[in-house]
């Protein structure tokens, strides 16, 4: 009994205490767990979110990821092929050194040659040659022109050449090596579980409100969301759209929404004749109707994007005409999201040749985008209306990505007709441009996601224009005209939406929503 | 027993051999991984490269060879995503899946044997049935509906206790522990509550049904008529007879108390080894998930040799030996 008193004692005090300091700390729940503290082990949101804690990066990228100085204060090509990029001078790294050109060097040395990872940043710094001219000063040459130099640049974290460079994967991991420029200082790492971090006073930057700040690794929505409610937990990222509703009407929880970079759209078989999940009605062989742009437009103006965002999505997207939300760099001011007009499609469909419509099977991950499988679902409804019978497998992403990207004969995307999604981690059109509109081509890296293989010489000619052109407001036209062709004309893919994602925190308490979909500690302040 | 002992640990062998060939075929049948952990924009030649870095273009069988070689030395292999040895890993995160795992048994124990001596001691009695209701609530709802439950009464709405992760530890002989401090204690309550609701249930049962047939039985008529005390009959007597099965079953459900935490762990988000091989099976983490299983097994054929021994221990009757001797 004795013990139990002092128990509850210790107990109430242990929790006045917490709350006293609850104003200098903040913990926050996120839905990913990183694989490793090596900022330059794993290129994946949920490891460059927790790099961009402790690391910075040449060129940051602000909320909306328009660049913004970091370790870089200046950048610019000073002729074609060579661009020069002006360092923060009077720069400390955590573990006490001082910043100069010779991080930035060695840095762009390790960061693509990390033994073991699974996916790094190769393909950021590919073609580059890096070259110190003096302390604060550095060229970087391509072969070729090439404007996206800082978007490439910004991807990068720069590491210490003192304590970093040398290192390996396991000392950043225990927090030897940890030692950035960035807003916070490592404190301790625990897989799995937390990873902590105090803030940095001598940050060149806006420095952090928050004294400490706790990153706790929880994946299950319903409970990330009951950590917030219990007050485990002061921000929680990825709000489960059914729980937003009521954590809406929640006057102790303030919501911070804002649309992603991530669009999800259709990508439809357009290289074979006979497309493997296409039918007749009776279920004979019939000639790949998805080859025709205009059956591909008027699946398009089959779905009823409004009532997928309403009653889907709960709100949590907005729909989509392009591969990028508005406001961003080299997006089409004229593509609007297709309207919704199921007679008209049925007539285009038959027009072509299909007047008793057609059988198609549609495939989708189950566990990758919100609500991915009930879109799926969605979508089949909506086209089956119009005459186009479409039945739904969805699957796991550990087999589907696999399967869409190469499951059939000859390392050939498998699928017909597919639900994916893309985030512009570049935050320009370029990005899906190449990777979805391009024409599949392994040796100069483009296409690399076009699982519909869509192909067209021309646009494929101003995508690769657009790539060499340095000057931004004629790149910005050319990127935008490449869409246009592509989605207004071509119907390359259908676009659905993009995703709206929300955070959620305790009263008191605003996060800047960022496109990029990051959870960042220094991004949360305290209204009042 | 020296014999049964090396005979067994023999059979174990050829079990851990054949299991390690079913897990790793099986695993490479489903799926890609590369395309789980690739960057999306990453062209063909990056996706290639990784293939081979991981030994993902060599044949199956070459791949299992590879394996096995490094099994034999103890290299279960690398995680591909957090590229460090997947034993490393899980081994890292094993005091905290053991920890738990014994605070369940440790409820299991100590409160389904009382209660179930109870309910079979006064079967008729209103609390009695009230128990044996219980029991058959906790054997029949969800794990994952009672833990988000749990969560919402205790740490939501009383708000008494935490409602997710693992509390403040202490190390003792080199191993993390939680148990020791208020606030892991705080912490693992309701995890480990959760995770024990199902062999408390059992953990009653058994002991009900061993006790009303063990009650009728002679020695225990014939101890009444010798005078002894109730309690002496019942705690000694009667204990000592009933705990056979009840131990066999809790050593087989302590078994999968370590292997299947998974979803309390990810509900309580837990930092153990079931959240590690559920976040490795949906990223295809082949390495990790491999090792997981190998060592299950291990634990498995280890638990039920530690149970054999045990038997004769709690019963002079039963005599390990060589079963064709």
């Not at chain 1, 398009?300 to 990028?324: C, F, K, T, Y």
């Not at chain 1, 390392?411 to 370029?430: M, N, Q, R, Y």
């Not at chain 2, 899946?97 to 389904?112: D, K, N, P, R, S």
């Not at chain 2, 969800?142 to 693992?166: D, E, H, K, N, Q």
Request: with cysteine; glycine share 8%; charged share 20%.
């Amino acid at each position: 009994m004795k013990s139990l008193k002092i128990a509850l004692t210790t107990g109430v005090a242990l929790a006045a205490l917490t709350s006293f300091a609850a104003a200098q700390e903040l913990t926050i729940g996120l839905s990913s767990e990183v694989t490793s503290m090596d900022p330059h082990f794993h290129n994946l949101t949920p490891n460059n979110q927790v790099a961009d804690h402790v690391f910075d990066s040449l060129i940051g990228q602000d909320e909306k990821q328009r660049l913004v100085p970091g370790l870089a204060v200046e950048w610019g090509p000073i002729d074609d092929l060579t661009w020069e990029i002006k360092l923060r001078e009077g720069v400390t790294f955590h573990d006490g050194s001082t910043f100069n050109a010779d991080d930035v060097i060695c840095s762009f040395e390790r960061a693509p040659n990390v033994p073991n990872s699974p996916s790094g940043y190769g393909t950021y710094l590919a073609g580059k040659t890096f070259e110190k001219i003096d302390d604060f000063t550095i060229h970087a040459k391509t072969p070729e022109p090439y404007p996206l130099m800082a978007n490439d640049l910004s991807t990068v974290s720069i590491i210490s050449d003192e304590t970093g460079c040398g290192a390996t994967t396991e000392d950043f991991n225990s927090g030897a090596a940890t030692h950035g420029t960035g807003p916070w200082k490592f404190v301790e790492y625990v897989p799995g579980d937390r990873i902590v971090l105090e803030r940095n006073d001598g940050y060149f930057g806006e420095k952090p409100e928050f004294a400490k700040v706790t990153l706790k690794p929880i994946k299950s929505g319903p409970a990330r969301v009951a950590a917030l409610l219990a007050g485990d937990v002061d921000m929680i990222n990825s709000v489960p759209t059914t729980d937003l509703a009521t954590l809406k009407e929640n006057s102790d929880i303030e919501i911070s929404e804002g649309v992603s970079n991530r669009v999800i759209y259709l990508h439809m078989d357009q290289f074979r004749d006979a497309s493997p999940f296409v039918s007749g009605k009776d279920g004979s062989d019939i000639p790949n109707p998805l080859m025709n742009a205009d059956v591909r437009k008027a699946i398009s103006m089959a779905i009823n994007r409004d009532a997928i965002v309403e009653r889907v999505m709960e709100g949590q997207a907005i729909p989509a005409g392009q591969l990028l939300p508005d406001g961003f760099f080299g997006v089409s001011d004229s593509l609007q999201p297709e309207a919704f007009d199921p007679e008209k499609a049925k007539d285009i469909i038959a027009e072509a040749g299909f007047p008793e419509g057609f059988k198609l099977r549609i495939h989708g991950p189950n566990d990758r985008y919100i609500n991915d499988a009930k879109i799926v679902e969605a979508v089949a409804q909506m086209l089956t209306r119009i005459g186009v019978e479409t039945d739904v497998e969805t699957m796991p992403r550990s087999t589907y990505f696999g399967r869409a990207s190469r499951g059939a004969e000859g390392d050939l995307p498998e699928f017909s007709f597919i639900l994916v999604g893309w985030g512009a981690g570049s935050g320009e059109a370029s990005s899906p441009l190449r990777s979805l509109i391009h024409t599949f081509d392994k040796d100069a890296g483009f296409g690399a996601s076009n699982r519909g293989r869509h192909s067209d010489a021309e646009i494929d000619g101003i995508i690769e224009e657009a790539l060499r052109t340095v000057d931004d407001e004629k790149r910005a036209a050319l990127l935008a005209q490449a869409t246009e062709l592509a989605i207004g004309r071509n119907q390359a893919i259908i676009p659905l939406h993009y995703q709206v994602n929300a955070w959620a925190a305790r009263k008191g308490l605003t996060y800047k929503a960022r496109t990029d979909e990051y959870t960042l500690a220094q991004g949360v302040t305290s209204s009042n | 027993m020296t014999v049964y002992i090396i005979r067994r640990l023999m059979q174990s062998a050829v079990v851990v051999f054949l299991m390690s060939v079913i897990v790793f075929f099986g695993l490479h049948v489903v799926g890609d991984p590369v395309y789980m952990f690739a960057s999306p924009d990453a062209p063909q030649e990056e996706i290639e490269k990784v293939i081979r870095q991981f030994g993902l273009d060599r044949p199956v069988y070459e791949q299992y060879w590879l394996f096995l070689k490094g099994a034999l030395s103890g290299d279960l292999g690398r995680s591909y995503v957090f590229g460090e040895p997947a034993l490393k890993l899980i081994t890292q995160r094993m005091p905290a899946t053991l920890e738990l795992a014994f605070v369940a048994l440790f409820l299991a124990v100590v409160l389904g044997i009382p209660l179930g001596l109870y309910a079979g001691l006064k079967p008729h009695s209103s609390v009695s049935r009230t128990i044996m209701a219980g029991s058959i609530l906790g054997f029949s709802l969800p794990t994952f509906w009672v833990g988000i439950m749990l969560i919402m009464v205790f740490a939501v709405m009383l708000g008494w206790l935490p409602s997710t992760g693992r509390g403040d530890t202490v190390t003792i002989l080199g191993i993390e522990v939680s148990f020791l401090t208020l606030d892991g204690l705080s912490h693992i309550f309701l995890p480990a509550f959760n995770l024990a609701l199902l062999k408390i249930s059992l953990v009653i049962r058994l002991t009900r049904a061993g006790t009303r047939e063990a009650i009728h039985q002679d020695y225990i008529k014939f101890a009444r008529a010798k005078g002894l005390s109730t309690s002496r009959i019942v705690g000694l007597h009667l204990l000592k007879n009933i705990l056979i099965p009840v131990v066999t079953v809790l050593g087989l459900e302590f078994g999968s108390l370590i292997a299947f935490s998974v979803v309390t762990e990810t509900i309580f988000a837990w930092p153990g080894m079931g959240k590690l091989l559920i976040e490795a099976i949906q990223t295809l983490d082949r390495p990790i998930i491999v090792a997981y299983l190998m060592m299950i097994v291990v634990v498995f054929i280890v638990i039920n040799l530690v149970v054999d021994i045990l038997y004769s221990v709690l019963d002079p009757r039963v005599r390990l030996r060589d079963q064709t001797v």
